[in-house]
T-cell receptor
Framework: QSALTQPASVSGSPGQSITISCTGT?????????VSWYQQHPGKAPKLMIY???NRPSGVSNRFSGSKSGNTASLTISGLQAEDEADYYC?????????FGGGTKLTVL | QVQLQESGPGLVKPSETLSLTCAVS?????????WGWIRQPPGKGLEWIGS???????YYNPSLKSRVTISVDTSKNQFSLKLSSVTAADTAVYYC?????WGAGDYWGQGTLVTVSS
């Protein structure tokens, strides 16, 4: 299984919206509605932000939203805040396995 | 509140076996969910190692399958990872996590750094 493809970095100014893509294949992202997104601050464990493509766990801000089209999933963060600066990872279920994306560093300018 | 805590040696010699345990509190492993191990080499991304269901069914990353064993001890409410024949490439922060049926990790341990070096 190959890692999902994410852009290495994205940036945005406070208040703006950004979108991070996560591209896989019909065997993972495209084949199941089981994409998750994680936020990771330096030295910390990942935090689940989105599961099953577009669902937010309790306590996660509604500024975070997820979607999917074909083999590509997306995470959108609206109203960017300084605390959103972190690494973001996608993951997808794939035939009894899990595969992660390479990660995207979000910089809030 | 569900909490997970990894424990084990922080230094392992090349060719030896890495062994870690994840103690779970606030939730009984026997009640359900999958329980997994994920690792992150320094400065790099996340890699799923494998998962185990409370019944003992296991699922492993194909690239690591020949070297990985994950087991569960419901009496102690913990699960364990063994990775054999380690090399420097196995140096990473190792996380344990509770995973939903389709892989969403809602609770994670703080992570433990394991260095492979002689």
């Amino acid at each position: 299984q190959s890692a999902l493809t994410q852009p290495a970095s994205v940036s945005g100014s406070p208040g703006q919206s950004i979108t991070i893509s996560c591209t896989g294949t019909s065997s993972d992202v495209g084949g199941y509605n089981y994409v998750s997104w994680y936020q990771q601050h330096p030295g910390k464990a990942p935090k689940l932000m989105i599961y099953d493509v577009s669902n937010r766990p309790s306590g996660v801000s509604n500024r975070f939203s997820g979607s999917k089209s074909g083999n590509t999933a997306s995470l959108t963060i609206s109203g960017l805040q300084a605390e959103d600066e972190a690494d973001y990872y996608c993951s997808s279920y794939t035939s009894s396995s899990l595969v992660f994306g390479g990660g995207t560093k979000l910089t809030v300018l | 509140q569900v909490q997970l805590q990894e424990s084990g040696p922080g230094l392992v010699k090349p060719s030896e076996t890495l062994s870690l345990t994840c103690a779970v509190s606030g939730y009984s492993i026997s009640s359900g969910y999958y329980w997994g191990w994920i690792r992150q080499p320094p400065g790099k991304g996340l890699e799923w190692i494998g998962s185990i269901y409370h019944s003992g069914s296991t699922y492993y990353n194909p690239s690591l399958k020949s070297r990985v064993t994950i087991s569960v001890d419901t009496s102690k409410n913990q699960f364990s990872l063994k990775l054999s024949s380690v090399t420097a490439a196995d140096t990473a922060v190792y996380y344990c996590a509770r995973l939903g049926g389709w892989g969403a990790g809602d609770y994670w341990g703080q992570g433990t750094l394991v260095t492979v070096s002689s």
